[in-house]
C-alpha cells in the first residue's frame, strides 16, 4: 500500500573502469548520510562500484578493497565520508552483533555489500525499500544529491561483461 514507486536502470558496464565511473556518478545523486545497498555475487564488481563512490567523494581509490578481516571500514574524503560494510561471511545473529544499526543512522554514505543478508536480520525492515520514505533530503551540502536509498543488483554476464541494475524509489 505505502511502497512507494521505484525507478530502475539499467547498465550493461563491459569494463571494471566503466563501472567505477557509474559508481562515481551515482555518487553525485546521493544524499551525504545515503544508504547504498549493493547486492551481487563474488567479483561481480561490488567493490568496483564502491571505489567510485569513494572517488567521488575524493578518497584514494587504493584504500577501497573488498574488506577481508575488518568488516567494516571508514573513509573520509574531501566530499564526505564513507562507510564501506561487506556482510558476506556473516550470518544473521553475528549481523545483528555488529551494531549496524547505528553506523547506518551515523554519518556518510553507507555502502554495504552482500546487502542481501540484511533481510534475515531483525531490523531489516527499517532498510527494506518499501518503507523507504522517498524524497528525504539528506544533511548534506548544497552540492549534493537528495537519494536516501538505492540499491544496486550486480551480475556477470560473461568476462568484462557486468550487468548493473540500479533501484532508486521515485519521489
Ligand atoms: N564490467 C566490469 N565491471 C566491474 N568489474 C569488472 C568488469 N569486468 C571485469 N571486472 C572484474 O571483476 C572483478 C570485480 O571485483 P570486485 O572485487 O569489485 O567484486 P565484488 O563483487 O566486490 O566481489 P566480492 O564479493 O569478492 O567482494 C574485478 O577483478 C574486475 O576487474
Ligand atoms: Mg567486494
Known amino acids: 500500500m505505502n511502497r512507494p514507486e521505484f525507478s530502475s536502470r539499467r547498465i550493461v558496464s563491459t569494463s571494471e573502469g566503466e563501472t567505477e565511473r557509474l559508481g562515481a556518478e551515482l555518487a553525485a545523486t546521493l544524499s551525504r548520510d545515503a544508504l547504498v545497498l549493493v547486492e551481487g555475487n563474488l567479483g561481480t564488481g561490488k567493490t568496483?562500484?564502491?571505489?567510485?563512490?569513494?572517488?567521488?567523494l575524493?578518497?584514494?581509490p587504493r584504500e577501497i578493497q573488498s574488506p577481508t578481516y575488518n568488516l567494516i571500514h571508514e573513509h573520509e574524503g574531501e566530499h564526505g565520508r564513507l562507510v564501506h560494510v561487506d556482510l558476506?561471511?556473516?550470518e544473521g545473529d553475528e549481523i545483528a552483533a555488529l551494531g549496524l544499526e547505528e553506523i547506518l543512522d551515523g554519518e556518510g554514505i553507507k555502502a554495504v555489500e552482500w546487502?542481501?543478508?540484511?533481510?534475515?536480520?531483525?531490523?531489516?525492515?527499517?532498510?527494506?525499500?518499501?518503507?523507504?520514505d522517498a524524497g528525504t533530503v539528506g544533511t548534506g551540502t548544497v552540492d549534493t544529491g537528495t537519494v536516501n536509498t538505492v540499491r544496486i543488483r550486480l551480475q556477470?554476464?560473461?568476462?568484462?561483461e557486468h550487468e548493473i541494475v540500479i533501484e532508486t524509489p521515485s519521489a
Open 48 to 56: 568496483v562500484l564502491v571505489r567510485g563512490i569513494g572517488r567521488a
Open 58 to 60: 575524493g578518497i584514494d
Open 88 to 90: 558476506y561471511r556473516l
Open 115 to 132: 546487502a542481501e543478508r540484511l533481510h534475515d536480520w531483525p531490523v531489516g525492515s527499517a532498510v527494506d525499500m518499501g518503507t523507504v
Open 156 to 160: 556477470r554476464l560473461a568476462p568484462d
